[in-house]
């Protein structure tokens, strides 16, 4: 998936689990993203790793969220987004 979408163009990859039972590690996730010479951490939960990735980025970045909806819809709220 990581290929699938380019990430070797990312500064960072900050994984996170989805709050699904069929969620990867988020370990996992950051242990394949450094197999392709990225830049990753771990976070505990996607508001978490949301402030993360906007913490990192300059103000020209993009953050792109990416997994399931659920990571999706998670983030939104967090974002105060979502109702």
């Not at 996730?29 to 913490?55: H, K, T, Y």
Request: proline share 7%; with cysteine; aromatic share 2%.
């Amino acid at each position: 998936m990581l290929d699938a979408l380019e990430a070797r163009g990312a500064r960072v990859v900050v994984a996170c689990p989805a709050p699904s039972p069929r969620s990867l590690p988020p370990a996992d996730v950051a242990r394949a993203a450094r197999a392709l010479g990225l830049d990753a951490e771990a976070a505990g939960s996607v508001p978490e790793a949301l402030a993360r990735a906007l913490a990192v980025a300059s103000q020209d970045d993009l953050v792109l969220v990416s997994g399931s909806l659920y990571v999706v819809g998670a983030a939104r709220a967090a974002l105060g987004g979502a109702r």
